[in-house]
């Protein structure tokens, strides 16, 4: 089991941010909170732009010498922000972003792969893809607006409901189809075929839903399923 967390975000009053005293803070909390000695992962959840960021990679860089962190990793940053991030960690000889966790999927592409991806490529950055089913809406249960009350995140999939999203829908149709699977299923399968990416992050809220996403671990996507997907989702 790998444990992963992120600082940055508000968490009350006086409490965010990447300086060096906050993380310091932070950090002993999630330790308190995850009932462990050490983090695994440990990401910047948010760019702060007005700590340094010579400060900040400074300051996860005495966590992992005293053994409270092991890696850390870095979410909603822009392409210049983590490459820059990268060269000061390397000119100073401070620990460097191992990874990154972007908001990727079959519908949200053009962020990612025009910013980002040329970035973790070069360095080779494990990328660990978050919104992996665009809140839902990948695994087919959202067709119409009438669909949105069936849960909580319904609210936030009318967004995709239009011709873009529904072409991407009928190419997971087909392509699940084929493979005797699920939409879901095969929307993941994708990101993991796709150079670069290190795992998808996807929420499940029953043994069936889970069922359904870790099937994707073992569907081999072929040249033509990927072709068929990527071009029924380009922007």
């Given at each position: ?5 992120k600082v940055g ?207 994707a671990v073992h ?17």
């Amino acid at each position: 089991m790998i444990i992963a967390t992120k600082v940055g975000k508000p968490m009350g009053e006086g409490l965010q941010g990447l300086s060096k005293k906050y993380i310091t803070q932070a950090v002993e909390a999630s330790l308190k909170r995850l009932q462990t000695d050490y983090i695994d992962l440990y990401q910047s959840h948010d760019d702060d732009k007005d700590t340094p960021l010579e400060e900040t990679m400074a300051a996860f860089t005495n966590l992992i010498k005293q053994g409270k962190v092991r890696t850390i990793g870095a979410s909603n940053f822009s392409g210049a922000r983590l490459k820059e991030a990268l060269q000061i960690s390397k000119d100073n000889g401070l620990a460097q972003y191992q990874t990154l966790q972007p908001e990727y999927n079959l519908y949200s592409r053009e962020d990612y792969e025009k910013d980002l991806e040329p970035v973790c490529r070069e360095n080779n950055i494990g990328v660990i893809t978050f919104y992996s089913l665009a809140s839902g809406f990948l695994t087919g249960k959202y067709r119409s607006e009438d669909d949105l009350s069936q849960s909580q995140r319904g609210g936030g999939v009318k967004q995709y409901l239009n011709e873009r999203g529904y072409r991407i829908l009928s190419a997971l149709d087909k392509v699940a189809a084929d493979m005797n699977s699920t939409p879901a299923s095969i929307a993941i399968a994708w990101i993991i075929a796709r150079p670069g990416i290190t795992a998808p992050i996807a929420s499940a809220t029953s043994v069936k839903q889970l069922k359904d996403i870790t099937q994707a671990v073992h569907l081999k996507l072929d040249a033509a399923a990927i072709d068929l997907l990527t071009k029924a989702s380009s922007y």
